[in-house]
């Protein structure tokens, strides 16, 4: 199983940037797909996440501003992020879930560095 994360970067304040998430090894169309961040010194924190049937959910710090999305026929999970703020700088990972009964799987991606200078 590979979570691939591209398309973060450095971009100032105010600007957008768009995250990508390309997986393989899994039958994508089953899994709920997700995007967390952590920061330098802080814990990981969910940022958003999306089901296999497309209901969504986002942090309140992001709400208004990221919109998650998802691709199956390319096995593709984006984050595009508008108005970011420099509290948004943090490593941002993909997460992949499936639940079944009684056990779960999760699988992550490398990070990809996202920073937002002032």
């Known amino acids: 199983v590979q979570l691939v994360e591209s398309g973060g970067g450095l971009v100032q304040a105010g600007g957008s940037l768009r995250l990508s998430c390309a997986a393989s090894?899994?039958?994508?169309?089953?899994?709920?797909m997700g995007w967390y961040r952590q920061a330098p010194g802080k814990q990981r924190e969910l940022v958003a996440t999306?089901?296999?049937?497309?209901?969504?959910n986002y942090a309140d710090s992001v709400k208004g501003r990221f919109t998650i999305s998802r691709d199956n026929a390319k096995n593709t999970v984006y984050l595009q992020m508008n108005s970011l703020k420099p509290e948004d700088t943090a490593v941002y990972y993909c997460n992949a879930h499936h639940s079944f009964i009684s056990s779960a799987t999760d699988y992550w991606g490398q990070g990809t560095q996202v920073t937002v200078s002032y």
């Open positions: 090894g899994i039958i994508f169309s089953f899994y709920a």
């Open positions: 999306i089901t296999s049937g497309r209901n969504t």
